[in-house]
């Protein structure tokens, strides 16, 4: 089966311009998760969604993230504007339900610099 | 709140001698448990994960995990290891349903001829 695809893979910008990033899920998972892996750390989750359902966005910063699962299928994640600190690594990861039974599958992330 | 610590941001070894990879969680309930690899530039892989059905779990390329709840520890083990064992490890818990990973901040483990 194929795997959870992320890209672009990289993306270079200058600080205080937008930027998005886009998530294909695996085929039928239900739950679409994004997360941020700043240089030299784990992953923190940003924001879960049960289908089209933002379920837990308390760590996403809403002043200047935004995101949508439109369709319940693929998933955006935008930034805007984007800060010098925003640098880092943004993964997409999915799963057939939320339980600790069922384990979330990463895409390769979309490595994001600002200048 | 609950919380993963993995001892040792860096740990080597030669090829052929014994992986430990440390990692301790903290939680009055036990958790969803689980070991992740990163290679460079790529996403996590799970290695193996801890549901509660076993305290010994059996994970991919050789490695495998112990449970330990009087200790709140998970370590990672691989009998001897291999050059492309060399990577990021990342620990992880999930408390119950919740969907949300805990990670630890990872151990990179380099693997010398």
């Known amino acids: 089966e194929a795997g959870v695809v992320q890209s672009p893979r990289y993306k270079i910008i200058e600080k205080k311009q937008p930027v998005a990033f886009w998530c294909n899920p695996i085929?039928?998972?239900?739950?679409l998760y994004w997360y941020l892996q700043n240089l030299g750390q784990g992953p923190e989750l940003l924001i879960r969604y049960e289908n089209e359902e933002a379920v837990d966005d308390s760590q996403l910063p809403k002043d200047r993230f935004s995101a949508e699962r439109l369709k319940g299928v693929d998933s955006t994640l935008k930034i805007q504007p984007a800060e010098l600190g925003d640098s880092a690594v943004y993964l997409c990861a999915s799963s057939w339900g939320q339980g600790g039974d069922q384990p979330q599958h990463f895409g390769d992330g979309t490595r994001l610099s600002i200048l | 709140a609950q919380s993963v610590t993995q001892l040792g941001s860096h740990v080597s070894v030669s090829e052929g001698a014994l992986v430990l990879l440390r990692c301790n969680y903290s939680s009055s309930v036990p958790p969803y448990l689980f070991w992740y690899v990163q290679y460079p530039n790529q996403g996590l892989q799970l290695l193996l994960k801890?549901?509660?059905?076993?305290?010994l779990v059996k994970g991919i390329n050789g490695f495998e995990a112990e449970f330990k709840k009087s200790e709140t520890s998970f370590h990672l083990t691989k009998p001897s290891a291999h050059m492309s064992d060399a990577a990021e490890y990342f620990c992880?818990?999930?408390?119950?349903?919740?969907?949300?990973?805990?990670f630890g901040q990872g151990t990179e483990l380099s693997v010398k001829p």
């Open positions: 085929s039928g998972h239900n739950t």
């Open positions: 801890y549901t509660s059905a076993a305290t």
């Open positions: 992880a818990a999930m408390k119950n349903q919740g969907g949300k990973l805990i």
